[in-house]
């Protein structure tokens, strides 16, 4: 008897551990060029915000990375790992990034839902919609810009 709850025990903190390591980022990479056109190397500190229209609008959200480091043109980072994403992802969203002191580039491109996403709305019922989850396709569509400019 003594055995079994210490595996029921046991079994429970592994769970509660477990869930306790769930982070709500969203994993977020892209591909950086200078004014040239030339692969960016080195760090920079970037700037990613989200809005609710293509153009202008009041930021919902925003977190500042720094020493963000790129290389060959690539970087990969956590949104929500500086600021938490506290919005409910129930309607369209367009990000915006803007490197060192430039503002944000431009097209913003609409945040596309992934797989996952699209399992986790039809886990809730035929009704529901998936939305707002990044999309890491289109590498290239931001306008590139050179660091800190």
Same mark, same amino acid.
């Given at each position: 008897m003594k055995k079994h709850v210490i595996v029921v025990l046991l079994t429970i903190l592994l769970i509660d551990t477990a869930f306790a390591g769930l982070t709500e980022t969203i994993t977020y990479q892209r591909y950086l060029t200078d004014a040239s056109g030339q692969p960016v190397n080195g760090t920079v500190d970037i700037t990613f915000s989200i809005y609710d229209v293509q153009e202008g609008g009041a930021t919902l959200w925003t977190e500042t990375q720094t020493g963000v480091t790129v290389t060959q043109g690539r970087y !990969?980072? &956590?949104? !929500? #790992?500086?600021?938490?994403l506290?919005?409910?992802?129930? &309607?369209?969203y367009y990000p915006g990034i803007a490197i060192g002191a430039d503002p944000d580039m431009t097209p913003r491109l609409a945040l596309m839902s992934m797989a996952h996403a699209f399992q986790a709305a039809q886990a809730d019922g035929p009704s529901s919609t998936a939305t707002g989850i990044f999309n890491s396709a289109g590498l290239t569509n931001h +306008? #590139? +810009?050179?660091?800190g400019r």
């Open positions: !990969g980072i &956590a949104l !929500g #790992s500086v600021t938490p506290n919005l409910p992802f129930d &309607a369209q +306008r #590139s +810009r050179s660091p």
